[in-house]
């Protein structure tokens, strides 16, 4: 029994690419996959339901993983934050309470990052992917 791929489809309709950094090189692939979801909380499901692999941000799996309810793996091949990104029209004349909204989620988000580092670096290496699983598992970016 091999373990299926969860993959995310993005809003122009392509699948999201795996990240990973091997070798000091980044690398992206699309496993292929019996379940898509353009939803990060079913996602989130699908795992904890134990129907295979997905890669999400760490700190959307950090209470999962800190419960034992999921087990990362694949943290060696982890890849540098890709960050987040806000749209806005212009910088020039960027309002105060856009600039406020801005810093604080940037603040909030990297908090959280940092408050789920210590479950990811206890990962295993998904060595038994092949073979079923008793756990469901994650790989977080």
């Known amino acids: ?8 489809r993005l809003p122009n309709g ?10 000091g090189r ?3 692939i699309t496993p292929s996959g019996d379940i898509v979801l ?6 989130l499901q699908a795992l904890l339901d134990g129907q295979g692999l997905a890669q999400m941000p760490a700190y959307q799996v950090c209470d999962a993983l800190r419960a ?8 060696q091949f982890a890849p540098d934050d890709r960050g987040h990104y806000l749209c806005y029209l ?21 908090a959280m990052h940092q408050d ?20 469901p598992v994650a790989t977080a970016a």
Not at 1 to 8: A, D, P, T, V
Not at 14 to 23: A, G, H, I, P, Y
Not at 68 to 75: D, F, I, M, R, Y
Not at 90 to 110: C, E, G, H, M, N
């Open 68 to 75: 034992g309810e999921l087990v990362a793996c694949l943290g």
């Open 90 to 110: 212009s910088r020039r004349q960027l309002p105060k309470r856009i600039r406020a909204f801005i810093d604080f989620i940037t603040t909030q988000v990297r």
């Open 14 to 23: 392509r699948l999201d690419s795996w990240n990973f950094k091997v070798d």
């Open 38 to 43: 353009n939803d990060d909380d079913l996602m």
């Open 116 to 135: 789920c580092a210590p479950q990811m670096a206890s990962t295993t290496e998904c060595a038994t992917v092949g073979a079923p699983r008793e756990e």
């Open 1 to 8: 029994m091999r373990n299926s791929c969860i993959n995310r």
């Open 26 to 28: 980044a690398r992206c």
